[in-house]
Every structure is written in structure tokens, then in C-alpha cells.
């Protein structure tokens, strides 16, 4: 079996999980180099990795070049993926940067695997919280179409990396410390002594808030939804709109799914679909209080769904909640799944 030299840019939160996926997944790797800003080793699950300071001639003899830096003008994936693609690597990247360019395929394998052979260089990963709604709605989607969808996500800290999993520790244990202050008074970021990654209060709180408001006040994450949703569907006909709610969970992010299905379908068989859908898991029980938790779904690899049920009002409109590990599915894992479609190419 031929094996490939890969290598992972980012170190952070999804970055991580990146090392541990390869080496679960024994991915046939013959040789791995890691990039990020600061050169150091880091442990991950028991190895340890030497991280290299990031340069365009550390990309000669990568055959797979996995993109978890950060996103923009000046970040990892546009100032460096070309450098890679120039010597010969596949690049596939977790950013939002060329996930809507034309001829970039934006792939969830078990959707679209197929779109992985048009590609000239980048694959893209979409973006967490799509991922894991298309997962959910797909078996229904191909079986029944779908006419609109309402959806509200909880998305948790670490969506936004490992600087904003550190503001929910370090916030959470300030706010105990001097709880009745604090509960006096929102100003209490002066107190803390590191650049905050989110822009409100993390710790006992949401908001409303993920990404810069865009246009209608819609925010760019809640746009993503929607046009990345339109895009791996090949169908911009669905009337879509979201709302995207950062909530005080370390990680793992939920969403409450409302859609209108094109044609009628019985509630059971629409169940009956989902728990059939490869990558997705049925947990709904009311009766013994099951329905996914985003602290049950924390380092899983499945996308899970309960609380399936019918509007009383709405000729086929269905509700689902939805949750999965975001820097799993909804990054990393997805991301080596591409991967591994790519080298049965
Ligand atoms: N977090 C999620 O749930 C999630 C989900 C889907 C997609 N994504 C996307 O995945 C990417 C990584 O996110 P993250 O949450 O892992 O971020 P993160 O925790 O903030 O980590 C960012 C990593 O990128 C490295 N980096 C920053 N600038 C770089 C550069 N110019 N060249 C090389 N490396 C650079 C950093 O290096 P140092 O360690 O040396 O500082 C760090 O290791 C982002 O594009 C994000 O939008 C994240």
C-alpha cells in the first residue's frame, strides 16, 4: 500500500485532534511534519511531535498538506497553501477562505464524496456547524427533498480555538471567585490578563454573536449556513436561515433543526432514514430522558440526533436537535476523511 507524506499546519484546537485522527485511523502516512507559527514539541496522546516554524520550502516532498492555522488575508491557508500546491501537495483546509470558490470542492464525504476528483489543488472543509446540519437533514433531503430550513445553533468555545476554551477556564474560575462582584457588574474583562477571543462574556452566558455582522445583520457564520449548505447540496433553491448562538460549553455544538420537506413522509420512516444514515446516530427517547448531549458528544465521531418530532400546525415541518464534536466532524475528522476518499482516487 502506497503511503503519502502529510503534513498538518496548526497546532491549535483543531490541529490536535488532526494528530490523535491520523494516528487512530492509521492513516497511511510515511512520514509527518507539523507546522505552525512557534517552533516546540508538543505530547499529544503519548507522542510526541516536533512542531516546525512554518516556511513555504518545508512544504518539497508533502503529498497531503491537512490546514488547521488560521483564516484571512494574513493567515496560514492564503499565505501558504499555494506555496504547497507550487510543490505538488493536495491541500485540504478547515477555513472559511476558499470554501466558496468555484473551483474548490467543498466536501462532506458521506454527501459528496464524489466532488473530491474536480479538485486543482484545495479541497475544503465547510464549516462546523454546516457540517453537521447537512449530515442530519441529508437522508431526508435525497429521500423527500427539503423546501426551507430554520435552524438555531449553541456552538461552544472551542469553535473558536484554544485562546477561547482558555476565556471559558479562566472566566468560569474568576466569576466563582468573586461571584457576588461580578454578578453585580459586566465589566469584567479588565481583570483578566489575556487578549480575549470572543466578544462577549463567555463564562455563564450566551450571545448571539459568531462572526462579524454581515449583510440584513445576519452574522457571517449564520450566512456560511447558508451558502455553503446551498453549495454542497448543489441546490439553492432551499429557503434557509439561521441563527448562531456562541453558548458556555467547552465543546461540542448543538442545533435545533426546523424543516419543510418537500413531500409528505410519516414521522417514523423519517426516523427510520436517519438512523440508517452512515455517520449519524438516533439517540431520542423521551420517556428515559434521551436526547444528545454536547457533553456525551465531546471526542466522538458520530453526528447524533433526537428530539424528532412533528410541527402540529405545519404540513411537513419536522423539528431535530443536532449535536457533534465540532472539532471532530466538524474539522479534523472530516478533513481526514477527505483525505482518505482523496488517496482511493
Ligand atoms: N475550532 C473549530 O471548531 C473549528 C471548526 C471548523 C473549522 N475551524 C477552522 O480551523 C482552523 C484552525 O482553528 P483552531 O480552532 O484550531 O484555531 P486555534 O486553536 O487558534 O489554532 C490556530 C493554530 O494555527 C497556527 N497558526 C496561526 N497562524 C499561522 C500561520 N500564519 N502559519 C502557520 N500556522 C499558523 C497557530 O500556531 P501557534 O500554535 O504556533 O501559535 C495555532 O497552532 C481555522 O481556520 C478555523 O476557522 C475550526
Known sequence: MRRYCVCVVGVGA????????????????????????????IEVGGTTYNVKRISPDGFEGVDIALFAGTEGEKGAAVTYAH?????????????????LKKDVPLVVPEINAKEIKRHKGIIANPNCSTIQ??????????????????????????????????QLRKETF??????????????????????????????????????????LNYTSEEWKMVK????????????????????????GHS????????????????????????????????KDNLYPLPVDCEGRDEVFVGRVRKDPFVKNGFWLWCVADNLRKGAAL????????????
Not at 455553503?228 to 436561515?241: A, F, M, P, V
Open 83 to 99: 506555496e504547497a500546491i507550487k510543490r505538488g501537495a493536495v491541500v485540504i483546509d478547515n477555513g472559511s477562505d476558499f470554501r
Open 133 to 166: 446540519m447537512v449530515l442530519a437533514i441529508w437522508p431526508v433531503y435525497k429521500t423527500v427533498g427539503i423546501k426551507r430550513i430554520i435552524v438555531c445553533t449553541y456552538q461552544a468555545a472551542s469553535g473558536v480555538g484554544r485562546s477561547a476554551i482558555e
Open 228 to 251: 455553503e449548505t446551498h453549495k454542497i447540496l448543489g441546490d439553492d433553491k432551499i429557503k434557509i436561515t439561521a441563527t448562531c448562538v456562541r453558548v458556555a460549553v467547552r465543546t
Open 14 to 41: 483543531v490541529g490536535i485532534e488532526m494528530l490523535k485522527i491520523l494516528k487512530e485511523r492509521n492513516f497511511p502516512v510515511s512520514e509527518l511534519c507539523v507546522f505552525a507559527q512557534r517552533q516546540r514539541d
Open 255 to 286: 442545533e435545533a433543526i426546523y424543516i419543510e420537506t418537500k413531500r409528505q413522509i410519516p414521522l417514523e420512516k423519517l426516523k427510520n432514514l436517519l438512523s440508517k444514515q452512515k455517520g449519524l446516530k438516533v439517540l431520542d427517547s423521551p
Open 334 to 345: 472530516n478533513a481526514v476523511q477527505i483525505a482518505e476518499r482523496l488517496i482511493r482516487c
Open 174 to 215: 474568576d466569576l466563582l471567585d468573586s461571584w457576588p462582584v461580578i454578578r453585580l457588574s459586566r465589566k469584567t474583562k479588565e481583570s483578566i490578563d489575556y487578549k480575549p477571543a470572543l466578544p462577549q462574556q463567555i463564562a455563564f452566558n450566551i450571545f448571539p454573536h459568531i462572526g462579524g455582522f454581515e449583510d
